[in-house]
């Protein structure tokens, strides 16, 4: 069993659609939990990171660690075509674990 | 700020022959750093984690003699893949830290493709 779950999808939405995204993980250790966003061929650009259970917001994302059901998830408000990317999840228990990546595709 | 560069961005070697990718932190000094192996719609791996003037840490099954890591200062990193094979053909990603903690904030570079023929 993989320490992070992520489904790949692809993940295809009209442009405006709220977008969740969600990893889960079976290790109770990790304390940091991150998502980036990584274009095609590009490297990853940090999106969002939180370290308790709740609710972070920044603009149109929102991250949601709920540690009890060792459940993550990105939510995107009124998604654009350039969200276009994969969306990874990444925890950190001393070294940052990814999950696989979802591919995300905004049609406009 | 916090800018990490990668160069090359491509490389198409030969199979048997040695590849150096570099890694360099732009505007800030990176304690650590760190490559990362990402083959096609999978996931970032881990190979190795780097601090400047000590010997990297190779996750397992990363062969260290393959692998070269050198850290030389605090804004550059070298990887060299030698007698690079087929199988090492990959998408090579750097990542740099300013603190001496791993899971304090990972700045990525834009990647190396290498295609070894």
């Known amino acids: 069993q993989k320490e992070v779950e992520q489904d790949p999808g692809p993940l295809s939405v009209p442009e405006g659609a709220i977008v969740s995204l969600n990893c889960t993980y079976s290790?109770?250790?990790?304390?940091?939990f991150m998502w980036y966003r990584q274009y095609s061929r590009k490297g990853p650009e940090l999106l969002m990171y939180?370290?308790?259970?709740g609710n972070k917001e920044d603009g149109r994302f929102t991250a949601q660690v709920d540690k009890s059901s060792k459940y993550i998830s990105l939510f995107i408000r009124d998604s654009q075509p350039s969200d276009s990317a994969t969306y990874l999840c990444a925890m950190a228990r001393g070294k940052l674990i990814f999950g696989q990546g979802t591919t995300l595709q905004v049609k406009p | 700020g916090a800018v990490v560069s990668q160069h090359p961005s491509r490389v198409i070697c030969k199979s048997g022959t040695s590849v150096k990718i570099e890694c360099r932190s732009l505007d800030f000094q990176a304690t650590t750093m760190f490559w990362y192996r990402q083959f096609p719609k999978q996931s970032l791996m881990l190979m190795a984690t780097?601090?400047?003037?000590?010997?990297?840490?190779?996750e397992q099954g990363v062969e260290k003699d393959k692998f070269l890591i050198n850290h030389a200062s605090l804004t550059l990193s070298t990887l060299t893949v030698t007698s690079a094979h087929p199988e090492d053909s990959s998408f090579y990603i750097c990542?740099?830290?300013?603190?001496?903690?791993?899971?304090?904030?990972?700045?990525f570079g834009p990647g190396t493709r290498l295609t070894v023929l």
């Open positions: 990542s740099a830290s300013p603190g001496l903690v791993p899971h304090n904030e990972q700045f």
């Open positions: 939180t370290y308790s259970s």
């Open positions: 780097s601090n400047e003037g000590s010997k990297a840490t190779y």
């Open positions: 290790n109770s250790a990790f304390q940091y």
